[in-house]
């Protein structure tokens, strides 16, 4: 290359640079910040602006019960609420209960209920039930034979009988009035003195005399299920205290 190019060469990168400085500053990379010089965004500064330049309301959270702070409060240690309820359910159930007691000695019943028995048991041991009318009779405004639709008192008696001249139902009356008695209902109108005296008393409460007296009038079978409720529910025979035959009814 001769001394001419080099030369125009040497002039050309000159020219160049002139010019770069001439055009303006050169760009230099803006400075670096440490995580420590940052500075957090100004509450408010992101946030959008109202149409009429005001800064925009959050929008408020439901309402929380609570403290005035907002807080909920904790649920309370004692639910009062349910011990009011069960207070209410576990009011004492005032209905009256049957007053009963229960006597083994006949001679401790009035005079008119110690007579009609033995009318009964004496007219039911001749094997001739008609001989049982005339107590009926005495007290046919308010006895009770249930079980028959029958009006006449006697045959409804026959009904309750495995034979047609009622002699079975002759026996039972006669095994009935010979146990003892339960007073029941004293000072009512429903006052009476009930035969047998298991009417009136829990079965799981009978000694084993008593379980023997029992089985004399109903059988084993018998006596097996009325356990599983617990009373007595075979026939049963009432007698007012003036003496006036109430009842001749089974159930319990």
């Not at 400075?31 to 500064?45: D, I, M, N, R, T």
């Amino acid at each position: 290359m001769s001394c001419l190019s080099k030369g125009l060469l040497r002039s050309s990168a000159l020219l160049s640079i002139l010019l770069a400085f001439t055009a303006g500053p050169i760009s230099l990379p803006e400075k670096a910040f440490a995580l420590s010089e940052l500075k957090p965004v100004q509450k408010g500064q992101s946030e959008p602006q109202a149409q009429n330049g005001e800064q925009a309301q959050p929008a408020e959270p439901d309402e929380v019960e609570g403290d005035s702070e907002g807080i909920p409060l904790p649920d309370p240690l004692v639910d009062r609420s349910a011990n009011q309820t069960n207070q209410q359910s576990a009011k004492p159930d005032t209905t009256p209960e049957m007053s009963v007691v229960i006597e083994h000695d006949i001679s401790k019943a009035p005079e008119p209920v110690r007579k009609l028995r033995q009318q009964i048991i004496d007219a039911a041991a001749s094997g001739d039930i008609e001989k049982l009318r005339p107590f009926i009779a005495a007290g046919q405004n308010q006895l009770r034979i249930d079980g028959s639709d029958s009006e006449d008192p006697i045959a409804a008696l026959k009904s309750y009988s495995g034979d047609p001249d009622g002699l079975e139902v002759l026996a039972i009356i006669i095994d009935l009035l010979s146990t003892g008695y339960a007073h029941v209902d004293a000072g009512t109108p429903d006052e009476a003195y009930v035969f047998p005296y298991f009417a009136g008393k829990p079965l799981n409460t009978l000694t084993a005399p008593e379980k023997v007296e029992l089985l004399r009038i109903i059988t084993a079978g018998d006596l097996a299920d009325m356990q599983e409720y617990g009373n007595y529910s075979f026939y049963r025979i009432g007698i007012s205290p003036d003496g006036k035959w109430k009842f001749f009814t089974a159930g319990d």
